[in-house]
């Protein structure tokens, strides 16, 4: 736990003033999120609540980007869509029968190939935004 | 569980993180650092804190690493200017996954909780059923959208009678079937499900047009996100909704960014939005008319006598890979006190973005390139604007023609430079299908010819003087 706070910390400590907004939103998502758990919300309204601001937070990181970086944003976001990996492990862990771990499998690869490509190809576009000249 | 929960939170916040550090160039790299770094935390973290065999994390390890390498070998081989087809294959990819998910949810739901085989909870089932349809409609939307810009297919718009009606037939039926699918869960009801879902992602993305591709490839950014988010509410991961709802947020704001700049809704582009019929009207009218062509030299004295130029790129400078010419034609002017920048539209090219990340890739400074709204007011105090291969985006019929399909575009007022250069292969249409008066404007001067071709007798003339 004391770790978490800490590494959070550090990573808000880059944070540039106009996120500061959305700092606060993330921290009103996790608090909603434990008091939600403790009051006994159902996972299906706790998942919404989250949906729903992490829409906001969105909304409000991706107007801030430049339009130079679009691409970028486009490879990134695609490389992150991918955390669906982390279904696909949970299926080929633990799962009863040989179809679900087929599945789990196809989707752990399909998640790699696009998790890698899309951090490279993001990597490679910024290099080049960010040359010596 | 509480420690997973957190370290997932932990991963989250690397991602906003991720996308907030794409505000300026300086900033992204760390940017997508910490997106490394989240997804890191989110795999490890999901191994760590489940029981499992040495056989099946083996396994994992193998197939991520067969992933591993083969992502790392294409987006370190992909031309830049194939990114768009890369992103639309790269869609694809995550909304397979998702489908992959979905069934491997409902074939063993006890791995994730959600109730035994044939006893799943209903809200779960309809939330598959949802992570499913969306999957698998980004899969093949994506497909196809990829192979129109690879040019494995054509890039016009392909439509048949009746196709709104079709699709909308389509979704009552996924619709029915997914009701049906909460009473009876089998696995034939969600297959036919994502195969409903699959059609119409084929259906949807055919009618749109090459020249349509930033919103397409926006939009199916956002669908790649939704369904990651979809497949999070069936697994009760709070790290997949809150990645799946930055990505679907993030992808819809760059399509309205997109529509806003070619001023059409999204249901216009998504219906399938400009006419094959608006094309042949305006040709015909216009065929005749005399045009002023020049040759590479003349462009080079008049660029030479020029005290500054705007270079307005568009698709056909990705597609002829003009980019590294034009790099040294700037180099060129700026060595002859001329001042040089680039005025960049945002649907110039293929997704948005694009035409940055290629200037980029040319070297071309960063400081020089500017978007629409902060350019514009220059061309009337310009010597010479050089359109090499953009050709709607600078068209005033946007401005002045109410009958244009294009009007209320915002454009590039190329028309008030001093001088206008067109690099154009012919003088054929644009995508729009309509007629660029700019062509006929005895300011302009047209350079027939490939862009990377005409640009290099500019460099060659240069070096002849």
Sequence with gaps: MADTTKLLQQLSDHFREGLHKIEHLQQTLEET???????????ATMGLIVFVLSVFIGYYVVWKVTPALHSPLMSVTNAISSVIVVGAIVAVISSANSA?????????????????????????????FNKKK | METKILLYLVAGVLFILSLAGLSSAKTAVRGNRYGILGMLIAVVTTLAFSMHSWQSALLIYGTIAAGAIIGTAIAKRIDMTALPQLMAGFHSLVGLAAVCVAFAAFYSPTAFGIGTPGHINKFSLLEMSLGAF???????????AFMKLQGLMSAKPIRFAGQHLFNG?????????????????????LTIITLCAAILGVLLILPIGGADMPVVVSMLNSYSGWAAAGIGFTLQNMLLIITGALVGASGAILSYIMCKAMNRSFFNV????????????????????????GSAEDAAFLMEQAGSVIIVPGYGMAVAQAQHIIRELVDILKSKDVKVK???????GRMPGHMNVLLAEANIPYEDVFELEDINSDFSSTDVALVIGANDVTNPAARTDTASPIYGMPILDVDKAKTILFVKRSMGVGYAGIQNELFFNPKTMMLFGDAKKVSEEIVKAFEMM
């Design chain 2, 270 to 293: 998504i219906l399938g939005g400009l006419g094959e019929d608006e094309a042949t009207n305006a040709d015909g009218a216009t065929e005749e008319r005399a045009v002023k062509a």
């Design chain 1, 100 to 128: 679900s771990t087929l599945f789990g499998l196809a989707g752990v690869f399909l998640a790699s190939i696009n998790i890698f490509g899309g951090f490279v190809i993001t990597q490679r576009m910024l290099a080049m």
């Design chain 2, 169 to 189: 037939a389509l979704g009552v039926a996924i619709a029915v079937m997914t009701i049906l699918f909460t009473f009876i869960q089998t696995g034939d009801v």
């Design chain 1, 33 to 43: 999120a434990i008091a939600n758990v403790a009051s006994g919300v159902s996972p």
């Design chain 2, 134 to 144: 969306i999957g698998a409609m980004t899969f093949t939307g994506s497909f196809i």
């Design chain 2, 342 to 348: 680039f005025a960049i539209h945002p649907v110039a």
